[in-house]
């Protein structure tokens, strides 16, 4: 029994320890999760269409606007993977106006028949949020040959905003949500090389198009002034997502591992669960007391200052111009 007794005695402080810690990490985590958007509504007849719907924060979006009763389309790049999350989602929910549709970013085409296939399906539409993108990814480009960042993150969701814009005007009040990221502020629209054929870096082109964002969010609300379409732009924070697969870390095995072991473990007190992090953008999406705001950016379900950067007016207008140019529309 003494030996007993000396072992647990050793091997306290080692329990103690670790307790502490794990209860710290607990406390941060629970802090890190944000603000939640805790009004309830009724969805029932509105239309929505979420991008990137069968994963992360877009499932998260969709199973919610479909608990509510909301008629929910998942533009996903990955036809079988967005009918997997969409069977699952209605099982759920008990919504069976949930469908998953084909719509690859990456792809002007893909949006334009994206397109085409839902306006033969409905005649209206309430709430558009562009929620898909792609993250630190090596460099490559979509099929018309823009950089994968810039192409997927703003120029597909530019393009596919604007063949919407019809349903959204007939069927205000509407509204149009960007998800954006705190990366905005640290990217700068590199009107020389906006396309990166001159050098890459996976950040920079991430953060460029997390500013084009917000730039086309403000611009685009301009433009929509009393049309009784909004459209504002978010920030979700860091989530437990895949988006960051693409990454260096995720290339091989032994990569995976540690990411998986050790990087994770130790990151999971910093990042929201995927629900969490969908909170602000059923905010931008249903709060009634946004019923008249427009052009806004908003973190954990309130108002949030903007970096210099997506405040330049010229730039976004500038960028408005080439992304016509690109997109084709008005040719």
């Known amino acids: 029994m003494e030996i007993i007794i000396n072992f647990l005695q ?23 999760q944000g603000e939640k958007f805790k009004k309830c509504s009724d969805e029932t007849g509105k239309v929505a269409i979420v991008t990137g719907g069968n994963t992360g924060l877009g499932r998260e979006t969709v199973r919610e606007l479909a608990r509510r009763g909301a008629t929910v389309y998942m533009a996903c790049r990955d036809r079988d993977k967005g009918e997997k999350a969409r ?35 409905q005649d209206k539409l309430h709430i558009l949020i562009n929620n898909a993108g792609v993250f630190w990814e090596p460099r490559s480009l979509t099929k018309e040959g823009f950089e994968m960042h810039l192409g997927v993150n703003h120029i597909g969701h530019f393009l596919l905003t604007h063949l919407l814009l019809d349903l959204l005007k007939q069927s205000a009040p ?5 998800v954006s990221s ?22 920079t082109a991430y953060c460029q198009s997390k500013l084009a964002n917000i730039l086309f969010t403000r611009e ?42 050790i990087l994770r473990p130790l990151l999971w007190s910093l990042m929201k669960s995927p629900r969490n992090g969908a909170q602000t953008t059923l905010f931008a999406a249903l709060d009634s007391d946004l019923d008249h705001v ?8 309130r108002p949030k200052e903007l970096a210099p950067a997506a405040k330049d007016d010229d730039m976004a207008r500038w960028l408005w111009s080439q992304s016509e140019k690109w997109t084709g529309i008005g040719l």
């Open 182 to 203: 705190k990366a905005h502020e640290r990217g700068r629209i590199q009107v020389d090389d906006i396309n990166s054929k001159q050098s890459y870096d996976e950040g």
């Open 10 to 32: 050793s091997i306290a402080p080692f329990f103690v320890a670790h307790g502490i810690v794990g209860i710290i990490a607990l406390c941060v985590r629970l802090y890190m």
């Open 220 to 261: 685009l609300a301009r433009r929509l002034e009393g049309t009784a379409v909004t459209v504002n732009a978010l920030n979700p924070g860091i989530a437990d997502t895949e988006i960051a697969r693409n990454m260096i870390f995720f290339r091989t095995k032994l990569a995976q591992y540690v990411v998986e072991t």
């Open 174 to 178: 509407s509204r149009i949500v960007v």
């Open 294 to 301: 427009s052009g806004q950016y908003f973190s954990d379900c």
């Open 87 to 121: 069977k699952e989602i209605v099982k759920e929910t008990k919504n069976s106006n949930v469908f998953s549709r084909e719509c690859d970013l990456s792809s002007l085409d893909s949006v334009r028949n994206f397109v085409d296939g839902f306006k033969k399906e």
